[in-house]
């Protein structure tokens, strides 16, 4: 079974960047989109940034302009840059896959999540 296996996450000062990489172990075929989540404590997990196979992408509003999701399909990995962060930028970042299975059922993929911490 395909994993994707997320890396680049750490402790960063405020207004400084990250990169954040997912890697999938394999092939996923039927690819609706790729996406970031990300949830802090004690809140739920929300979406931060899609891709979709078209090469469209989306942004939550409060990182709009400073986040960047890319992908690069030879490599079947997906990225997120992330530039001038905040405190609240902190949580664990999700990297997740939405495809349509053999029986064209939607189904969703995700990595183990890796920590981001914005803090002076």
């Known amino acids: 079974q395909v994993q994707l296996v997320e890396s680049g996450g750490g402790l960063v000062q405020p207004g400084g960047s990250l990169r954040l990489s997912c890697a999938a172990s394999?092939?996923?075929?039927?690819?609706?989109?790729r996406n970031w989540y990300r949830q802090a404590p004690g809140k739920q997990r929300e979406l931060v940034a899609t891709?979709?196979?078209?090469?469209?992408?989306n942004y939550a509003d409060s990182v709009k302009g400073r986040f960047t999701i890319s992908r690069d399909n030879a490599k079947n990995s997906v990225y997120l840059q992330m530039n001038s962060l905040k405190p609240e930028d902190t949580a664990v970042y999700y990297c997740?896959?939405?495809?349509?299975?053999?029986?064209?059922?939607?189904?969703?993929?995700w990595g183990q999540g890796t920590q981001v911490t914005v803090s002076s």
């Open positions: 997740n896959v939405r495809f349509y299975d053999s029986r064209y059922d939607v189904r969703d993929l």
């Open positions: 394999g092939t996923i075929f039927n690819i609706l989109s």
């Open positions: 891709i979709t196979s078209g090469s469209s992408t």
